[in-house]
């Protein structure tokens, strides 16, 4: 309610001269029932609230499709305190509860007598009162309904029996240990109080004076129809079954006229009557402590007023007026009532009182939502509710449903505008499996089992959000932390000014909910330590940060390492990166074509893996290659092969030279990679090499073919992959830089996913000079890292090429500009 305070006392406050009125339309009749005001104890009020509120909670937590009401006076009688109307399980029939709510102080003292149960006016614990209500207004009433379409009628208290009493009196408790009773049953108070439920034993002094009222409740019923005969000058019918047993009594008694078949003068003007039987009514002036006395009689009644106070009235008159007819004995007691009584009355005993039902209607609300702590639930749902209280209004399970719906998304909101959601966020980046999660679960036991003095722990790590990620997943895989609410997880952007933290005091201070926060560090910022240790100060709760590597923390602290990789998302996860497309050199392409089948983790490190799950815009791994050429204006070229250096090579050498071939040979060595080992002086290879250099330019001397040449697809797609090294030579001006642009366009349009880097050993010079590395793990680390083939901030784009030129696939480098830099 937009005007009523969300302090619960407040709002006690407010309704404590609570005035009870029905107004109401029951879901069953078209027809607007009668109005009832009932004035009581804000006690006794805010008891009926609160069951009705368990009533509802307890009805949608067992899925019942129901019709809850409050004070439907027509509808329940005597029990019309809290009405549940609900559907069975099988065939759709209804079933009802009633129950009517009393609530007494000084409950320890208090206890129901048998004075309180034999009392056959209307005392709070009256069983005639309530048998009456039960045979006028629930199986005769309006509805008409059968009693096996009652499931119970319950007299709810937070007092209970004084048994010993009970007792002498012949009264006698069976114990109702209902265990299909999803709804009222209690489990023991933390006051050490027990709750029970009891019905009646149909003992004797139980069944004497529900029978003495069932006489008297037909002689209501008769009363009420003489009366309403009379009232509108309309003759006794003989149908009906109660006054054809009391006809002739009735006609010898002169109380009605044997000729006119209507109330017999003598009985209407007092003729001969006991002073006793005379008509008199006491009229109460409204809002007013005085009385005015007046006679009404069937004579000179002018309203209906004046009618109903007769109706009211003329009972007890007509009990005493026939003390001595027959028609006394004409009027027995129904069996078959008192049993069905008996069998539906329940007394529930013992029970919360209406603070500590607090207590039970928050532990509700924690089932249904998961908490441990629902105060704030609480207090919203307490408001609505007690909207709806006074509005007197029947409430459908469906409206029950939107309106703690309502209440999750109101304090989710308000959770939302403090914490900005920022654990929804979190879950959303990604899936870790089982291992990382179990991992991450060793590694929070010390703090979570630490002495009260170890309460803050350390986190560092390359990736905080996805370590967060990995904490959330082996949080909720503890038992001791189930709940949605046994946890925090905020952003250290939420926990800096004065005011975030006046929040998060406020929320972290809950004595239930809330054991670990976990603080997200995401930036290198100064850790404010003092701030987080008095959120923890006095209490057994615990605080996590977690924070970037690099970032200074206070020694003496529980600190772990956590490192990130490929292995710990899941199968879920791991489709989702690979799946990724990306724009690699000129061309979408998923990341699954760029590696081998079974080497991602060898691949994707963290920083690759943070690039594609939090890259918002596409990646793009561009082409390196700065070179330009019009592709319109290429000619095809077929390229010379190289003479090869067999054993005729140097027979024909030697000859020439005049020297045995070993000799030879033993100066001028080839390696396995094509190179010139020399053992000779300076003179001696001068003379060697010149001779080598004359039979390179003129293959007849060997007695070749001029044309020993290949085409340009013959070098580019070497199927047979012989030669990996491929040296492109000829004279200045012969294009050779513009055959390897039309080379690398070929090759790129062929192999889509190859690595094909374009380098100019010209713009390159000065790195290469740095170049001293002999092994081939730094010599990849060189050319990945200071030859600039990929920007230095695209982490994937230079994970995916160390790998390829680790496992030496799917990369192709050309360089250019040999002859300008030798």
Not at 255 to 273: A, E, P, Q, W
Not at 521 to 547: F, Q
Request: glycine share 4%; proline share 2%; charged share 25%.
């Amino acid at each position: 309610m937009d005007n009523e305070s969300d302090d619960a006392e407040d709002l006690c406050g407010q309704i404590e001269s609570l005035s009870i009125s029905s107004s109401v339309q029951s879901g069953a009749s078209s027809s607007p029932l009668k109005t009832r005001t009932t004035n009581r104890p804000i006690h006794g009020s805010l008891f009926q609230l609160k069951l009705s509120m368990l009533f509802l909670i307890k009805g949608i937590t067992a899925k019942y499709k129901f019709n809850l009401g409050t004070e439907v006076a027509e509808e329940g009688g005597k029990f019309d305190d809290i009405l549940f109307k609900y559907q069975v399980s099988t065939g759709g029939q209804c079933r009802w509860r009633f129950l009517q709510a009393k609530h007494k102080q000084n409950e320890d003292k208090k206890k129901i007598t048998s004075d309180s149960i034999l009392d056959e006016n209307n005392g709070d614990f009256s069983i005639s009162k309530y048998f009456r209500s039960y045979c006028q207004d629930i199986i005769n009433g309006s509805e008409g309904r059968r009693p096996e379409e009652i499931d119970d009628v319950v007299i709810c208290t937070n007092i209970n029996f004084n048994e010993a009493n009970l007792n002498v009196y012949g009264i006698e408790l069976v114990p109702h240990n209902n265990l299909t009773d999803k709804i009222l049953s209690f489990e023991k108070l933390p006051s050490g109080k027990t709750p029970f439920r009891y019905k009646l034993k149909n003992t004797g002094a139980v069944r004497k004076i529900l029978f003495e009222c069932s006489k008297n409740i037909k002689l209501h019923s008769l009363a009420e129809k003489l009366v309403d005969c009379e009232s509108k000058k309309l003759p006794l019918s003989l149908n009906d079954e109660l006054i054809k047993n009391c006809h002739s009594a009735l006609i010898k008694e002169r109380i009605i006229d044997l000729k006119t078949k209507r109330l017999h003068s003598d009985f209407i003007y007092g003729h001969d009557l006991s002073i006793d039987a005379k008509f008199y009514v006491i009229l109460h002036t409204r809002n007013s402590s005085r009385r005015k006395t007046g006679k009404i009689t069937f004579s000179n009644w002018t309203t209906a007023s004046d009618k109903g106070k007769l109706i009211s009235c003329y009972p007890d008159l007509m009990k005493k007026s026939i003390a001595s007819w027959k028609i006394n004995q004409l009027l027995s007691g129904s069996h078959e009532e008192i049993d069905s009584f008996l069998e539906k009355l329940v007394f529930a005993v013992n029970t919360p009182n209406e603070m500590e039902l607090d207590a039970i209607v928050k532990i509700e609300l924690g089932k249904y939502y998961n908490l441990l702590g629902c105060d704030r639930q609480f207090e919203m749902f307490f408001n609505t509710m007690l909207d709806w209280f006074t509005k007197e209004d029947w409430m459908t399970s469906e409206e029950g449903i939107r309106i703690l719906e309502d209440v999750k998304n109101k304090v989710d909101h308000i959770r939302a505008s403090i914490l900005m959601d920022y654990q929804n966020q979190i879950d959303q980046i990604a899936e870790c499996n089982d291992a990382a999660t179990q991992e991450m679960s060793q590694k929070l036991q010390p703090l979570l089992t630490s002495s009260n003095d170890m309460k803050i722990n350390y986190i560092t790590t390359d990736w905080p959000d996805f370590t967060a990620l990995k904490v959330i997943a082996a949080i909720k895989s503890l038992p001791d932390f189930k709940c949605s609410d046994s946890y925090m997880v905020i952003s250290s952007k939420h926990a800096q000014k004065k005011e975030d933290l006046q929040d998060l005091r406020r929320i972290f201070s809950d004595g239930k909910s809330h054991r670990l926060l976990v603080i997200v560090c995401e930036d290198h910022n100064p850790i404010s330590y003092d701030n987080y240790t008095n959120l923890v100060a006095g209490s057994e709760k615990k605080i996590l940060l977690i924070v970037r590597k690099g970032t200074d923390v206070r020694s003496k602290l529980l600190i772990n390492e956590d490192v990130i990789n490929y292995g710990q998302l899941s199968e879920k996860s791991q489709n989702v990166i690979l799946s990724k497309k990306i724009s690699f050199q000129g061309r979408d392409t998923p990341v699954r074509d760029l590696i081998q089948p079974g080497k991602a983790e060898n691949v994707l490190n963290c920083s690759s893996i943070k690039m594609l799950f939090a890259g918002k815009n596409k990646i793009v791994i561009p082409s390196f290659n700065t070179a330009r050429f019009e592709r319109s204006f290429y000619v095809k070229r077929r390229m010379a092969l190289p003479l090869e250096f067999d054993q005729k090579f140097w027979d024909n050498l030697a000859e020439e030279m005049k020297c045995p071939k070993t000799l030879l040979m033993s100066q001028c060595k080839i390696n396995q990679k094509g190179a010139i080992v020399w053992s000779a002086n300076e003179e001696r290879k001068t003379e060697i090499w010149d001779r080598i250099q004359i039979k390179l330019r003129d293959s007849s001397i060997l007695g070749l073919s001029a044309d020993v040449s290949i085409t340009e697809n013959e070098l580019i797609f070497d199927q047979k992959k012989q030669s990996r090294v491929v040296i492109i030579s000829g004279g200045a001006g012969a294009g050779k830089s513009t055959v390897l642009s039309h080379y690398y366009e070929e090759i790129k349009k062929a192999n889509p996913t190859h690595w094909i880097s374009r380098i100019n050993l010209v713009d390159h010079c000065q790195v290469l000079l740095k170049f001293e590395s002999n092994t081939m793990d730094s010599s990849i680390d060189f050319f990945v890292n200071e030859l600039a083939i990929v920007d230095p901030n695209n982490s994937l784009g230079r994970s995916l090429l160390k790998h390829q030129l680790t496992i030496g696939d799917k990369v192709i480098v050309m360089f250019d500009g040999f002859r300008r830099n030798q």
